[in-house]
T-cell receptor, first 112, second 119 residues
Framework: GENVEQHPSTLSVQEGDSAVIKCTYS??????FPWYKQELGKRPQLIID?????GEKKDQRIAVTLNKTAKHFSLHITETQPEDSAVYFC???????????FGTGTRLKVLA | GAVVSQHPSRVICKSGTSVKIECRSL??????MFWYRQFPKQSLMLMAT?????????EQGVEKDKFLINHASLTLSTLTVTSAHPEDSSFYIC???????????????FGEGSWLTVV
């Protein structure tokens, strides 16, 4: 079945450094790739997304890149801050079924 | 933005009983809603796709007779965990897609989630 692999599972960075999280998807019908930030016991919050016809998108300190050929997409956070500490999930959407498949999650810790 | 409300946020039930969780789209009509289960420190696992006016589509390994889904209206889907057991204790979260957003309709909106504890 479809799956999304996400790496690393945990990531610790010093405040001010950059963090990169990578995902690989398997479903060729995926055409939309959102990233979510989730704090314990809360609903996931959409932080950035990218559509399959775009290679890169940036929003202030957050950027996402997509390589459709390799079926890879990545989240880049620059100038990290302690409040960026959370669990981040990537997801891939099948444009026909509208089913989201989530990655396994990355626990990001930004050390002050 | 679109809002999805989920209730209850926390529920404790006795083993063997059933519990119902509601998911409502507050300002749009959701023909499709999704139910996820999330165990501690794990990812969101899609359980089923809830389709208004028809049967839900369950993911492989999810027991349809145990997790009853009803999507009787365009704004409400319910998940009933029947004969609950301690291993069913988890964070259950729904999401809904606003089909009226055209290309932007790829965005889904999550409910607040429901913590189920079976004792």
């Amino acid at each position: 079945g479809e799956n999304v692999e996400q790496h690393p599972s945990t990531l610790s960075v010093q405040e001010g450094d950059s963090a990169v999280i990578k995902c690989t998807y398997s479903d060729s019908a995926s055409n939309y790739f959102p990233w979510y930030k989730q704090e314990l016991g809360k609903r996931p919050q959409l932080i950035i997304d990218i559509r399959s016809n775009v290679g890169e998108k940036k929003d202030q300190r957050i950027a996402v890149t997509l390589n459709k050929t390799a079926k890879h997409f990545s989240l880049h956070i620059t100038e990290t801050q302690p409040e960026d500490s959370a669990v981040y999930f990537c997801a891939a959407l099948n444009g026909g079924t509208y089913k989201y498949i989530f990655g396994t999650g990355t626990r990001l810790k930004v050390l002050a | 933005g679109a809002v999805v409300s989920q209730h209850p946020s926390r529920v404790i039930c006795k083993s063997g009983t059933s519990v119902k969780i509601e998911c409502r789209s507050l300002d749009f009509q959701a023909t499709t809603m999704f139910w996820y289960r999330q165990f501690p420190k794990q990812s969101l696992m899609l359980m089923a796709t809830s389709n208004e006016g028809s049967k839900a589509t369950y993911e492989q390994g999810v027991e349809k007779d145990k997790f009853l889904i009803n999507h009787a209206s365009l704004t409400l889907s319910t998940l009933t965990v029947t004969s609950a057991h301690p291993e069913d204790s988890s964070f259950y979260i729904c999401s809904a897609r606003d089909p009226g957003q055209g290309l932007a309709g790829n965005t889904i909106y999550f409910g607040e989630g429901s913590w189920l504890t079976v004792v």
